[in-house]
């Protein structure tokens, strides 16, 4: 099992840059697809970056070019630039293997004009 904690979190002013990162405890870390999830007020949860146990990024059209997603020993990083309006969220880091789903709590992202 992996328990997940997001932090860095904030108000920002769009243009601005913001690091999520996301702390892994738990056993098997190294096994875990892991992935950045946001959702706005309304709308439905939604994949923003994923970063695989073999390192092979993904990302939204929406983000591409200007998030990066990284992973260390038992930490995942979400680097955003450039944030926009329509960035604002609630982010959540998700870790998946064999079926198995884990979220951690999530962390508030504001952008502000």
């Known amino acids: 099992q992996v328990q997940l904690v997001e932090s860095g979190g904030g108000l920002v002013q769009a243009g601005e840059s913001l690091t999520l990162s996301c702390a892994a405890s738990?056993?098997?870390?190294?096994?875990?697809?892991m992935g950045w999830y946001r959702q706005a007020p309304g709308k439905q949860r939604e994949l923003v970056a994923t970063?695989?146990?073999?390192?092979v990024r993904e990302y939204a059209d929406s983000v591409k070019g200007r998030f990066a997603i990284a992973r260390g020993r038992n930490t995942v990083r979400l680097q955003m630039n450039s944030l926009k309006l329509e960035d604002a969220a609630v982010y959540y880091c998700?870790?998946?293997?064999?079926?198995?789903?884990?979220w951690g709590q999530g962390t508030q992202v504001t952008v502000s004009s």
């Open positions: 998700n870790a998946f293997s064999g079926g198995r789903s884990y």
């Open positions: 738990g056993t098997g870390f190294s096994r875990y697809d």
């Open positions: 970063i695989a146990v073999d390192g």
